[in-house]
């Protein structure tokens, strides 16, 4: 299988419930609950590796069509912030955002690669850093997930 399922409907769902309670408590949202939204996400191999500035992460498949909707995510979501979330037996464990790091997506023969640096060298301390835990979360069974403003561009098997 070369393929993940991910809900992408929570933050959405948990953002309007506040916006809704303004009218002196009283609720003014529609009586039909939201469906889930599901995407298939492509299952890559992700290596995560310190360079000069920050990190580099590394996803690779040998499957086309993972490699071409990877890509395709890739160039739809340029220049948004990346996050890792560490996942174990479908449970978040870890969520490592680049909120301080400019993260480039390069297009590579066989998937992509996504380099997330910073010239603060606090900034680059805290990336780092986040390689680190990832990596060693990634080694003890966890499954990685490489998100863009939110949405999910691969999944490690």
């Given at each position: 299988m070369n393929a993940m399922m991910m809900e992408r409907s929570?933050?959405?769902?948990?953002?309007?419930?506040?916006m809704n309670m303004n009218m002196g408590?009283?609720?003014?949202?529609?009586?039909?609950?939201?469906?889930?939204?599901?995407m298939m996400v492509p299952r890559c191999t992700i290596t995560m590796e310190k360079c000069e500035g920050g990190m580099r992460?590394?996803?690779?498949?040998d499957d086309k069509m993972s490699i071409g909707m990877?890509?395709?995510?890739?160039?739809m979501t340029a220049?948004?912030?990346?996050?890792?979330?560490?996942?174990?037996?479908?449970?978040?464990?870890?969520c490592c955002n680049m909120a301080m790091a400019m993260c480039k997506c390069e297009m590579t023969e066989d998937g992509v690669v996504m380099t997330c640096?910073?010239?603060?060298?606090?900034?680059?301390?805290?990336?780092?850093?986040?390689?680190?835990?990832?990596?060693?979360?990634?080694?003890?069974?966890?499954v990685c997930c490489v998100c863009m403003n939110g949405m999910p561009i691969c999944c490690s098997c």
């Open positions: 929570g933050m959405a769902m948990n953002m309007g419930m506040g408590g009283m609720a003014s949202g529609s009586t039909t609950p939201m469906a889930p939204q599901m992460m590394v996803c690779k498949s990877m890509q395709n995510l890739c160039a220049g948004g912030m990346c996050g890792c979330c560490m996942m174990m037996n479908g449970m978040m464990m870890c640096t910073s010239g603060d060298a606090e900034c680059c301390k805290m990336i780092q850093a986040c390689c680190d835990c990832m990596t060693a979360m990634m080694k003890s069974g966890c």
